[in-house]
């Protein structure tokens, strides 16, 4: 089974920064759309953002829009999601996951990572 792993969760003030990191091994990386989704407690887990295979596209929900950034490095297997200007409300469990289609959907999200925390202060 493959299994993807995010790293780079933390605790950070409020306006501070992260990047989180997901290694996808096992698969044909640049075969893979791969998309960044979040659950905080309590609530269910919600889109955060997608690149495309090739790294042409991508989408944000509106809460994260101009302050996160998706990025892939198909040489390392690997894709990111630069995170400014952090707000307390983005503090969730952050998840990688990769997908045979271009989409906002969990259900066309095939592998999933186990997630990785992140805490934002005030």
């Known amino acids: 089974q493959v299994q993807l792993v995010e790293s780079g969760g933390g605790l950070v003030q409020a306006g501070g920064s992260l990047r989180l990191s997901c290694l996808a091994p096992?698969?044909?990386?640049?075969?893979?759309?791969m998309g960044w989704f979040r659950q905080a407690p309590g609530k269910e887990r919600e889109f955060v953002a997608v690149?495309?295979?090739?790294?042409?596209?991508?989408s944000y929900s509106d809460s994260v829009q101009g302050r996160f950034t998706i990025s892939r490095d198909s040489a390392k297997n690997t894709v990111y999601l630069q995170m400014n200007s952090l707000k307390p409300e983005d503090t969730a469990v952050y998840y990688c996951?990769?997908?045979?289609?271009?989409?906002?959907?969990?259900?066309?999200?095939?592998?999933w990572g186990q997630g990785t925390q992140v805490t934002v202060s005030s």
């Open positions: 996951a990769a997908s045979g289609l271009y989409s906002v959907l969990q259900r066309d999200y095939d592998y």
């Open positions: 096992g698969r044909t990386f640049s075969n893979d759309v």
């Open positions: 690149i495309s295979r090739f790294g042409g596209s991508t």
